[in-house]
């Protein structure tokens, strides 16, 4: 089946430890994106991919970094200078396009202790 | 820049009701624009889109015209089921390389 998938669904890390998390796609798309969710504020953007090797940073990307040596896959590490870390992330893909949809995978809870 | 505004929740309606959920929007293009819903803990699923002035997109019993006049994509349904309880968030996208653009998303409850 084609999709997008997160691992682990739920992670927790002890405060100042940097924790990557994984999202692989199978769909052949060009772009990924990272998002952070919290209560009441929506999607915010952390960083997204257009093409293998290039990123650019989003609305919120202090704290975070990324990497895309692959098509299929779009890590993001949480690293300990991210204040406030605890949030559930998703991660999605797309075709760049005149219409630009996004397709999304199931999403990874962390929590900072 | 781009915004999109939804009204806030939570919508609380009871089985077989009439749903609305307004959005509306800015940006300085013709964007495409699109509904997503997410159930609990879950990640979110493309509900409907439209991409020109006057589209309507339907999916589900949903339904969402885009108004080009009144910056607008409101969400309907006819008669909402228990198992519609979700957050539904509208969003936008100007195309080509841009990125997507949420409202804060809206809450929806609906009881038996």
């Known amino acids: 089946d084609g999709g997008i998938t997160q691992s682990p669904k739920y992670l927790f890390r002890k405060e100042g430890q940097n924790v990557t998390l994984s999202c692989e796609q199978n769909?052949?798309?060009?772009?990924m994106y990272w998002y952070r969710q919290d209560p009441g504020q929506g999607l915010r953007l952390i960083y997204y991919?257009?093409?293998?090797?290039?990123?650019q940073k989003g609305d919120i990307a202090e704290g975070y970094s990324v990497s895309r040596e692959k098509k299929e896959s779009f890590p993001l590490t949480v690293t300990s200078a991210q204040k406030n870390p605890t949030a559930f992330y998703l991660c999605?893909?797309?075709?760049?396009?005149?219409?630009?949809?996004?397709?999304f995978g199931p999403g990874t809870r962390l929590t900072v202790l | 820049g781009d915004s999109v505004t939804q009204m806030e929740g939570p919508v609380t309606l009871s089985e077989e009701a009439f749903l609305t959920i307004n959005c509306t929007y800015t940006?300085?293009?013709?964007?495409?624009l699109f509904w997503y819903v997410q159930y609990p803990g879950e990640g979110l699923q493309l509900l409907l889109k439209?991409?020109?002035?006057?589209d309507k997109g339907s999916n589900k019993g949903f339904e969402a015209t885009y108004r080009k006049e009144t910056t607008s994509f409101h969400l309907e349904k006819g008669s909402v089921q228990v198992s519609d309880s979700a957050v539904y968030f509208c969003?936008?996208?100007?195309?080509?390389?841009?990125?997507?653009?949420f409202g804060k998303g809206t809450m929806l409850l609906v009881s038996p």
């Open positions: 999605a893909s797309g075709i760049a396009g005149p219409y630009n949809e996004q397709f």
């Open positions: 769909l052949n798309h060009d772009a």
């Open positions: 439209a991409t020109k002035a006057d």
């Open positions: 991919s257009q093409i293998v090797n290039d990123f």
């Open positions: 969003a936008l996208s100007e195309g080509g390389y841009s990125t997507l653009t």
């Open positions: 940006a300085t293009g013709y964007p495409s």
